[in-house]
């Protein structure tokens, strides 16, 4: 069973930098898209970063250049880096786990499979 929970939410000030973690079990990274996506509210859940075997990486326009989505094997845990912050970046972060990959539907969130419970990320202007 898939159990994801991340942690590393918080306030920054624009131009701050945060990394969120996912610890993450039940889950090969060598096998699996990992993935992050934010929400905020009355907005649908938009994606951010993804990686399929901690090599491949996919961005958001949005975010590219500023994010970046890692993972370490020994820990089983996802990372996102996050520089440059902006107040749109303001949200909560969900992680997300898929067995496979798929490059055109890893930004879709009807492809995950298991979710975190996601962590708030606030940037102040």
């Known amino acids: 069973q898939v159990q994801l929970v991340e942690s590393g939410g918080g306030l920054v000030q624009a131009g701050g930098s945060l990394r969120l973690s996912c610890a993450a079990s039940?889950?090969?990274?060598?096998?699996?898209?990992m993935a992050w996506f934010r929400q905020t509210p009355g907005k649908a859940r938009e994606f951010v970063a993804a990686?399929?075997?901690?090599?491949?990486?996919y961005y958001a326009d949005s975010v590219k250049g500023r994010f970046a989505i890692s993972g370490d094997n020994a820990k089983n845990t996802l990372y996102l880096q996050m520089n440059s912050l902006k107040p749109e970046d303001t949200a909560v972060y969900y992680c997300?786990?898929?067995?496979?990959?798929?490059?055109?539907?890893?930004?879709?969130?009807?492809?995950?499979?298991?979710w975190g419970q996601g962590t708030q990320v606030t940037v102040s202007s």
């Open positions: 997300a786990a898929k067995w496979g990959q798929n490059s055109g539907l890893l930004t879709t969130t009807q492809w995950y499979t298991s």
């Open positions: 990686t399929y075997g901690l090599s491949n990486t």
């Open positions: 039940g889950v090969t990274f060598s096998i699996y898209t």
